[in-house]
Structures are given as structure tokens and as C-alpha cells.
């Protein structure tokens, strides 16, 4: 029997170009588009009369994104809800992801160049928007976004088998790559200021926290973020402990200055929570 549904369109890839004179706007999206609805026909007896193809989708996001700039992630994924909600009576769900991907201004001189661009990265913005013709949800987010700090990092009093191995610590290298996710309270916001507030607010929390351990820090970040953003109504962290290994120079005769350290992918510790208002 079937039980639940859902199709659409994934990596839609669209870079607008926004020409003001010789100073151009760029903005770089990966967009997924997903329908939930009634369409069970379309499975179980090959009616396809409802289902709106999946190509008819990339092309709604072109044809949008010609309708004027796309200012941000959040407010152009609305517009495409709406859209999709409007004109597909059969479709009672959509979600749409947007990553955006950041493009400096190369620097010609003592000024930025209007027209020459360098990727950043590998930090990106995120948003999901999700909805039905009664309620939406905004998320927004960060992700990839690789930190460190070189102090005020420790972790010790630990639990300890015959399996453990690990010497506590109280002076370690804390790096992670965090993926965060907040909701917003109401649609209605400013999202590129809330997103920048929330943004700096992590990174200065992360850089000011004397941690316990990677947990300790994560709470502390998700918590300032709650307290300090109003729009926020809930955030999820996920951040990957991304070890660096003091090498022992004492082997070469050298002495151990917790100066040198070989970064390591895998394995790595994978800590994550949720924060709510």
C-alpha cells in the first residue's frame, strides 16, 4: 500500500546578475523545490493529469528571479511558495531549500571593482521555507562555517573505561565546521538583519566562551542567540569536533610548546542540540 508521497526538483542552480550602472549586484542560489500532495494516481495508475513536471519548476525559478533582484534566500523562497500553493490545487505542501553562495569584490587598488567577484567560501547562508495554505515556517541558517580558537578550551572529568585512552586536557585547539539552523517566529522579518545579528552573535560567542567542551560551548552559542535576537524562536547547531593532535617533539629531541599540531578529518566527534525560546 502505498503510504506517503513526494516529488520535485533538486540543485536548480541560478546566478542573476543585477546591472546598476558599473557597479553589479551578484547572487549565487542551489535551490530544491519539493510537492506533497495528492497525487497518488500519478504512482499507482501512471495519471500524470495533476503532477506539474519537475522541469516546470527550474523554469518558475527563472522566470521569477526575471521579475526583479532576489535580495535574500528567505524572501525569494516565499515567493516561490506562494507561487507553487496559487497554482497547483492538487499540491497541499511544498518546501523549498536555498543555499546561497558568496561572492566578494575584488579589490582594484584602494577600492572594490563593480564588476569582478571572488568566491568565498566554504561558509554558506541557508534557508528552508515550508508550507500549506494555512501556515508557512521560515528557517534560516549557516553552514560549513569553519572556526577555531587557540585558548580558553579544555576538556577533562570525563567518563572512563578500560577502553579509554584520552588524556584530559585544559589548554587544547577548538575547531569545529557549524551548521546552524534558527526559525523565525514570523515571516515577517528583516532576514538579512536578523541573519547577520544571528551570525555575529555566534561568532563572538564562540570566540569568548571558555569552553568545557565542545557541548559547553554549543549551549552557550545557541543560548546568546535566543537571548539576544528577539526573531529567533529556536535554533539547531551541529558542530563536528575537528581535532588537532599536538605533535610529540620530544621523539627529536625538541621540546612540546603546544605550538604544533596535525589537523584530522576522521573520525571526528559529532555534537549537536537544539535551543528553544
Known amino acids: 500500500m502505498l503510504e506517503a508521497t513526494a516529488y520535485g526538483k533538486s540543485r536548480v542552480r541560478l546566478v542573476q546578475v543585477t546591472r546598476r550602472t558599473d557597479r553589479h549586484e551578484l547572487c549565487d542560489l542551489t535551490i530544491a523545490i519539493r510537492f506533497q500532495g495528492d497525487y497518488d494516481e500519478s504512482y499507482t495508475a501512471g495519471d500524470n493529469r495533476a503532477v506539474l513536471p519537475t ?17 535574500n534566500p528567505e524572501t525569494f523562497g516565499l515567493l516561490l511558495a506562494r507561487h507553487f500553493l496559487d497554482r497547483n490545487p492538487r499540491l497541499q505542501r511544498v518546501r523549498i531549500d536555498l543555499v546561497e553562495h558568496a561572492w566578494g569584490r575584488i579589490a ?67 575547531a569545529t565546521s557549524l551548521t546552524a539552523t534558527w526559525r523565525y517566529r514570523d515571516p515577517d522579518v528583516s532576514f538579512d ?19 568545557a ?25 551541529v558542530m563536528p569536533n575537528k581535532h588537532h593532535l599536538p605533535v610529540d617533539l620530544t621523539r627529536f629531541g625538541l621540546e612540546n610548546r603546544n605550538e604544533i599540531f596535525v589537523p584530522t578529518d576522521e573520525p571526528h566527534g559529532l555534537i549537536e542540540a537544539t535551543i528553544v525560546r
Open 108 to 174: 582594484s587598488g584602494d577600492r572594490e571593482h563593480g564588476q569582478a567577484f571572488v568566491r568565498q567560501g566554504p561558509e554558506t547562508r541557508t534557508a528552508t521555507i515550508e508550507g500549506d495554505r494555512g501556515q508557512t515556517t521560515v528557517d534560516a541558517g549557516v553552514a560549513d562555517l569553519v572556526i577555531l580558537k587557540s585558548s580558553h578550551s579544555a576538556f577533562a572529568g570525563f567518563l572512563r573505561d578500560e577502553y579509554t585512552t584520552l588524556p584530559e586536557t585544559d589548554d587544547r585547539l577548538f
Open 213 to 237: 567542551s565542545v557541548q559547553h560551548t554549543l549551549h552557550a552559542m545557541g543560548q546568546a542567540v535566543i537571548d539576544h535576537v528577539d526573531e529567533v524562536s529556536a535554533i539547531h547547531l
Open 193 to 211: 538583519t536578523a541573519w547577520r545579528a544571528v551570525h555575529r552573535t555566534l561568532l563572538e560567542t564562540f570566540a569568548e566562551h571558555r569552553s
Open 55 to 71: 522541469d516546470t519548476m527550474k523554469n518558475t525559478v527563472y522566470a521569477l528571479a526575471a521579475g526583479g533582484r532576489v535580495r
